[in-house]
């Protein structure tokens, strides 16, 4: 298990950069992860898509059906890349604090 | 002395075979691991399976021995698969294998033209029919064997020993089964030449033999050595790797061949449920098994997870 | 630059055993014939100093360095109590008998190293050769099963037991994709992509090493959740029923799926993954088995909602857990077969391996999900219009379906029927190259193992699709790659996103059911958007 510091917090990721203890998150922490992914400020927008996913996650375990985010925030998947340019599921996860996706996805 | 050692030698190689066809052969009925293209099926030619049929269990099976010959003679004669895969080692493979097969050739007419010998028959090349023909037959087969037996290994031990990678992957022992067959040719073709240039002496040697004539006298010299040679390896082939020109039907039909499907109530389920009965010893912690659980109780339990 | 690696320095401690310069790979076919690879990522010196990655330039496992030479002793020692249970009808009546076929015959001719995918595009290097981790099991083997004592080093060649021999060797066990393209090349029939899987079963069931997206989130998370996704079985109703209302938009057909319908004639068990990342396909099923008048269900039982059994990769006791759970679920519903979506280890989990765990009433016929759709295509019931599908076509075999089960012409004849441009890439059928992907790399990506999977094992296929297409070079005009395995789709997602292929060549890809609907006259057209993401 790796960590990474930003500012002044101190964070376990995993191989792959997602938070080892999704538990652990704040808006601190979504900073310091969108940090990683060259986003260095969050947008009303950014906080939009971060806090719809935490909600899903927080509710049902395990991260929403891309197509699915896209019409509940009412984001094209265009903006979502413009947004992280990782994409939902390698960059907006990753921010929101959600573990690696599983499975073959 | 020299007949005994034949006799015994054949004896080695008979259990040794036996041993390890029997070993081979009771192992349990493993999972299915077949690969495709699977020889005796209908669609063989493209390497498709009965899985390409809805229903396919209620379909009768056409199985095909012929697909099956098809595809072994050539792969035996000719080793086809080198051949296709690899040619370069097929030029030096392909004469060594050969030589091996017209060595047992060779032997079988030694065999052959000894007994009928007994039987009064005159070979020689101002015999009649039958044993002017049992004679140039052993001759130009004993003289191919040894030589293309020879001549592959030698090819062989010297790529084994310029190539850096086949270097990198042998041991002494490979270097050593080549040199064998090598110094076999050697021998064999020096005694040939020396003495035996009809193999009068070894058909006799194998007439006696045949005939368990042990009082007779035994060949010596070259031929002698040659005689011994030839059973020592005998012996030794079945105890290596060598031994795939037995076992090779066991990958073949046992594994990548064998599609059998596991019905109910078939022989196949009873060994199955037989070996689901199985005790197991694995420790990692989603299994523990301790010799305790058998493969029923580990596959109908929950893993922990880990602590 | 690569050099020949010998067995015996393989026991031998060193900061990294093989390295693959960016100057070893092969070229790329057009447009990528200038292309240069990045550089490897090189791994942190804290990962270096802390985990065991000694291997090559990436590592899969990250296992943690032990503490002590008593640790590490102690490890070898477990590895060998485990290679020796490898070798007892009891603890390994699944493959015994291959395994030791496999042992005891190779002639070490080479010959299968040039059918290797990731051998072949790595330059040659040869720690990748099929051959090389197989002869270091067996020559452990020979030593430490069959007790051969000295003499084992004369005839069977020598390699020391030493920690670092069982870390590289873990390690290694997962460059290989266990497509079994080397073991169909054997002059003597010798597997080595057996081997490969045997060394990560003993890993495994005795040591407790495993990926941990094969293990610990894969198997693990499936037998208590129900899925490898994490799904539960409310959540994925949920979403099949958003993908159901989203196909009904977009092809005007008005859809529902179908949940635990007792006595259906099919249950269709989906590799799960599709659901969330390629929502398309469970859709489309649904679509044409409803179009058919199929009777058919899914099943909300825990695992039967997703048709994932890692086990094939790595572990017969999680293995056999998952295929009995998708059994009783069929049992429970009482349907008359079990239908595997498009998912190539699913197929041969369910249909090849399972089929001597699986005895009485457990016993229930499966059947490949491509065959009932050639029957459903021939019988007449759709409306097709191949027209639509007007644009260059390519079929990836995935190795599980073909080369592994013979599946092979229903694939295609349904593709000739609806897609006219479709061509074939070489080699294809049952000696397709895998697609650097298989036996669940492309669910690996962590530290830079991604970089290896684009690099190194994926490259073969990438360079077939290129081949396969060159005759069309306009990337304005969209090119498919149908890919019909979750697996294979990941990895080729992966690949055209590493090499720009979709704004460089007009790559896409997908799978077969897609490109069907795409063809029916009852769906609006341009069902297949290739603007979108
Ligand atoms: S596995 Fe087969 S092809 Fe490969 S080296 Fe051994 S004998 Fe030759
Ligand atoms: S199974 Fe495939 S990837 Fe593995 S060694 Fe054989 S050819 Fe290479």
Request: net charge neutral; proline share 5%.
């Amino acid at each position: 298990m790796a960590s990474f510091t930003h500012g002044n917090i101190t964070i376990e990721v995993d191989e792959d950069g997602f938070m080892a203890q999704p538990e652990k998150w704040n808006n601190e922490v979504a900073l310091a992860l969108a940090s990683t992914e060259g986003v260095t400020a969050l947008s009303e927008d950014h906080w939009k898509l971060v806090n719809y996913l935490r909600d899903y996650y927080t509710k049902f375990g395990v991260a929403p059906m891309i197509r699915k985010l896209c019409k509940e925030t009412g984001f094209p998947l265009k903006t979502v890349y413009d947004l992280f340019p990782s994409g939902p599921a390698k960059g907006a996860c990753k921010v929101a604090g959600l573990p690696k996706p599983t499975g073959c996805v | 002395m020299l007949y005994r050692f034949v006799y015994g030698a054949l004896i080695v190689f008979l259990v040794v075979v036996i041993e390890r066809v029997a070993r081979l052969a009771t192992l349990p009925v493993h999972l299915r691991w077949e690969l495709y293209p699977v020889a005796h099926e209908e669609n063989a030619r493209y390497g498709g399976s009965f899985f390409e049929h809805l229903d396919w269990w209620k379909r009768k099976r056409n199985t095909s021995m012929l697909g099956e010959l098809k595809v072994m003679v050539p792969e035996i004669v000719l080793l086809k698969a080198v051949h296709e895969h690899n040619r370069s080692l097929w030029y030096r493979s392909f004469p060594f294998h050969f030589g091996l097969y017209l060595m047992a050739l060779f032997v079988a007419l030694l065999v052959g033209g000894g007994v009928a010998q007994a039987f009064g028959v005159e070979i020689g090349a101002s015999a009649p029919s039958i044993g002017l023909a049992l004679h140039w037959a052993t001759k130009v087969v004993g003289f191919a064997a040894l030589g293309l037996m020879g001549l592959g290994a030698l090819g062989l031990l010297v790529r084994r020993l310029t190539d850096p990678t086949l270097r990198a992957f042998s041991a002494t022992a490979d270097y050593f089964n080549l040199l064998v067959f090598i110094a076999l040719a050697v021998v064999g073709l020096v005694a040939s030449i020396t003495s035996d240039v009809d193999f009068v002496e070894l058909r006799r040697f194998t007439q006696s033999l045949a005939t368990v004539h042990l009082d007779a006298p035994a060949p010596g010299g070259w031929v002698g050595a040659e005689i011994a040679m030839a059973s020592a390896v005998l012996a030794y082939i079945p105890a290596t790797h060598m031994s795939h020109f037995f076992t090779k039907w066991f990958m073949y039909h046992s594994v990548r061949w064998d599609d059998r499907v596991n019905t109910v109530g078939s022989p196949l389920e009873g060994r199955i449920v037989s070996q689901l009965g199985y005790k197991v010893d694995w420790s990692a912690a989603h299994i523990q098994g301790g010799n305790r659980k058998s493969w029923v109780d580990v596959a109908t339990e929950k893993p922990e997870p880990k602590p | 630059m690569k050099r020949h690696l010998t067995i015996e320095e393989f026991s031998r401690p060193s900061e990294q055993l093989a390295r693959v310069d960016i100057e070893d790979l092969i070229p790329l076919p057009p447009p990528y014939d200038g292309y240069k690879e990045p550089e490897w990522t090189r791994l942190k010196d804290e990962k270096r100093a802390s985990c065991e990655c000694s291997l090559d330039d990436t590592v899969l496992l990250s296992l943690p360095k032990p503490k002590s030479l008593r640790e590490e002793r102690e490890l070898a020692d477990k590895f060998v109590a485990g290679l020796q249970k490898l070798f007892t009808k009891e603890n390994n009546w699944t493959f015994l008998q291959p395994l030791v076929l496999s042992m005891e015959h190779c002639a070490k001719c080479q010959t299968c190293s040039d059918a290797c995918h990731v051998f072949l595009e790595s330059g040659g290097n040869d720690v990748y050769r099929p051959t090389y981790r197989a002869e270091i099991l067996r020559r452990l083997y020979y030593r430490h099963v069959r007790e051969g004592g000295l003499l084992s080093g004369l005839t069977h060649g020598r390699v020391g037991m030493t920690w670092t021999t069982v870390a590289r060797l873990i390690e290694l066990a997962y460059r290989c994709n266990l497509c079994r393209r080397c073991a169909q090349t054997c002059p003597i029939g010798v597997d080595n992509a057996l081997i490969a899987r045997e060394i990560r079963k003993l890993c495994s069931q005795e040591l407790g090493i495993a990926p941990k997206e094969l293990h610990e989130k894969g198997t693990m998370l499936q037998l208590s959740v129900g899925s490898t996704t994490g799904m539960n079985s409310l959540v994925v109703k949920d979403n099949m029923d958003f993908i159901d209302e989203d196909m009904s938009e977009k092809t005007g057909v008005k859809l529902q799926s179908k949940w635990d319908v007792e006595g259906a004639d099919v249950l269709l068990i989906h590799n799960a993954g599709e659901i969330l990342a390629w929502p398309e396909n469970p859709g489309a099923f649904a679509l044409i088995l409803e179009a058919a008048g199929i009777s058919w269900t899914l099943s909300s039982e825990l695992a039967a909602y997703d048709g994932v059994n890692y086990g094939l990769f790595y572990d017969d006791a999680q293995f056999a857990r998952i295929a009995l759970l998708h059994a009783q679920a069929a049992k429970k519903l009482g349907v008359k077969k079990i239908v595997a979506g498009e998912c190539g280890h699913e197929h041969k989990a369910l249909m090849v391996i399972a089929d001597r765990v699986l005895t009485g009433d457990l016993n229930i016929p499966r059947e490949s999900s491509f065959v009932l759709l050639e029957e459903i295509v021939n019988s007449g019931k759709l409306k097709l219009d191949p027209s639509r599908n007007n644009f260059p076509v390519t079929l990836h075999d995935p190795c599980n379906v073909v080369r592994l089960m013979g599946i092979v012409e229903p694939q295609r004849r349904i593709l000739r029927k609806i897609a006219p441009q479709f061509r074939e890439m070489e080699p294809h059928g049952v000696d397709n190259y895998c697609c650097g992907g298989g036996s669940g790399f492309a669910i690996m990506s962590g530290n830079n193992f991604a970089e290896w999977r684009m690099k190194v094992s994926g490259r073969r296929k990438f360079r077939q699709i290129l081949e396969a297409f060159r005759d069309e070079p306009d990337p304005a005009q969209p090119k498919y790659v149908c890919a019909p395995c979750s697996n294979c789709k990941g990895q080729i997602r992966d690949l055209f996103a590493h090499y720009g292929a979709k704004e460089k060549v007009g790559l896409h890809y997908g799978g077969l059911v897609e490109l069907i609907v795409n063809a029916m006259t009852d769906v609006k057209p341009g069902f297949m958007d290739f603007d979108a993401g």
